[in-house]
């Protein structure tokens, strides 16, 4: 009910069921009746007729009448026609009907034999009277059968406008239909006009004040991204001084206490000096965004994977993680060899970050018969703690942290990946290393393999958590 109060194609559609039905019943009555009175007036004509007829001949009728003897006598024979008394003089023996005395010329009805006649007084050139009667039963039937005849295009015509109805209101909001699965296709970040093209004159002015609307959230999201830009822009110099007076402080004579202090101040600084990073990067990859879809040329996959680890290896070593390849990477794929490095980056970082010391960190080129068509699927998997099933989709928003205890961090490594792989057209799948424990985390990348058709993804269906 409440679907029905709040569309206003059903709406429509039973305001115009309602009004077909309320014709049809209309017209269907009117046509009944007016079937129905066309056939008893035409029975009443025929007796006209045979009246008329009669005339012409001259009178000439039998005295027993034309018909056999009532009661009993065919229905089919509808008609009989008897002489009537003159005044004064009893009535013809033998006749069909016994009818009664004193009937004016015309029609009139008459009951006998525990039914209703219809009964036609004729009078002669002669002065003598006959009558012509027929059942009213027999005359009903017959009307009642005329008037469900008439009644037949009706019935027919009401469920083919119903149905006629059903793809005319389908094909008129088709328009409707065809926007709102643009704007679902859409990512978060494409803000471009909705196209105008074949609408309804109706709908126009709503299409043209959404993309002035999105017009609008275009140009304050470029001003934040340009604001985030240049404050992490202006924010490396005085970071990279701090850090230097922080080096020079190393080469003083400090007390413990000091040093630990300077120590947690390095410790900031780092942090800092990470999330200055992150932001220039995800700053550069949405202006990238916005600028149009990245270049893409056939590579092997190795050829990107490599450069990511020789520059985290050293930080697997410093926790005496076991970082590396599990089988070879020769595949090809089609993409950006910067822009996957960048991606790959964060992920791995992420994975060193969480991963305990003695952990382990493999990547692996999936078998070709767990790899979707047209793709390559490559997968990180390491055995840290882990995301939980529940926030495998929240992960992906900027600044969240589950446990930032867990690990040092900004929170923005997962949000670059997401901007990434929807410029590269890759699908993101989050799952646990272990599937019974659900411990770890393992990132499955299906990457565009070369010669396969691509289609934007929108980031809700992009970075899907199984369970």
């Given amino acids: 009910m409440k679907h029905l109060q709040r569309s206003l194609q059903a709406r429509l559609s039973v305001a115009l069921t309602l009004a077909i039905l309320l014709v049809a019943v209309g017209a269907g009555a009117f046509g009944f009746i007016s ?3 066309d056939s008893i007036r035409l029975q009443d004509d025929l007796l006209l007729q045979v009246g008329a007829l009669i005339v012409r001949l001259g009178g000439s009728l039998p005295d027993d009448g034309a018909v056999g003897s009532y009661p009993g006598a065919d229905h089919e024979s509808r008609i009989s026609v008897q002489w009537l008394p003159q005044p004064g003089q009893a009535g013809t023996t033998g006749a069909a009907l016994p009818l009664p005395e004193g009937l004016h010329d015309g029609f009139q009805t008459v009951f006998m034999f525990h039914e209703n006649f219809r009964v036609y007084v004729q009078p002669l050139p002669s002065g003598r009277r006959i009558a012509l009667a027929q059942e009213t039963d027999v005359r009903d039937r017959i009307a009642v059968r005329a008037a469900w005849r008439a009644l037949i295009p009706v019935l027919i015509l009401v469920p083919v406008l119903l149905l006629a109805l ?7 909001f088709a328009p409707l239909a065809s926007l709102r699965g643009e704007i679902d296709r859409r990512r978060d970040d494409q803000l471009a006009p909705l196209p105008t093209t074949g609408l309804p004159t109706e709908i126009s002015p709503f299409v043209d004040a959404i993309n002035r609307l999105l017009a609008r959230v275009q140009g304050a999201m470029t001003a934040q991204r340009r604001f985030v830009a240049d404050a992490a822009h202006e924010l490396r110099t005085p970071l990279a001084a701090l850090s230097l007076q922080a080096e020079r402080l190393h080469q003083s004579e400090l007390s413990d206490t000091a040093r630990e202090r300077l120590q947690r101040l390095e410790q900031g600084l780092a942090r800092a000096r990470t999330l200055v990073t992150q932001l220039l990067a995800l700053a550069r990859v949405q202006a990238q965004d916005q600028a149009g879809e990245a270049p893409r040329q056939r590579l092997v996959l190795r050829e990107a994977v490599r450069p990511v680890l020789e520059d985290l290896l050293p930080l697997a070593q410093q926790k005496n993680i076991d970082l590396g390849v599990d089988g070879s990477l020769d595949a090809e794929v089609d993409t950006n060899a910067m822009e996957l490095g960048l991606l790959l980056g964060n992920l791995v970082d992420n994975a060193i970050r969480y991963t305990p010391p003695g952990g382990c960190i493999s990547l692996t080129l999936a078998a070709p018969a767990q790899t979707p068509p047209g793709h390559v699927r490559l997968e990180i998997a390491d055995n840290g703690p882990g995301i939980p099933a529940s926030e495998r989709e929240r992960v992906f928003q900027p600044f969240l942290r589950l446990d930032p205890a867990a690990a040092p961090g900004s929170g923005l ?3 670059i990946v997401q901007s990434v ?7 993101v799948r989050l799952a646990a290393s272990d599937e019974q424990s659900q411990a770890g985390l393992r990132v499955i ?7 396969a058709a691509t289609a934007t993804v929108r980031p809700g269906q992009q970075f899907i958590a199984p369970g």
């Fill in 35 to 37: 079937a129905y009175r």
């Fill in 445 to 451: 990348l299906d990457i565009p393999a070369p010669g």
């Fill in 413 to 415: 490594g997962l949000a």
């Fill in 166 to 172: 059903q793809r005319i209101m389908g094909r008129l």
């Fill in 421 to 427: 792989a929807a410029r590269l057209d890759i699908v």
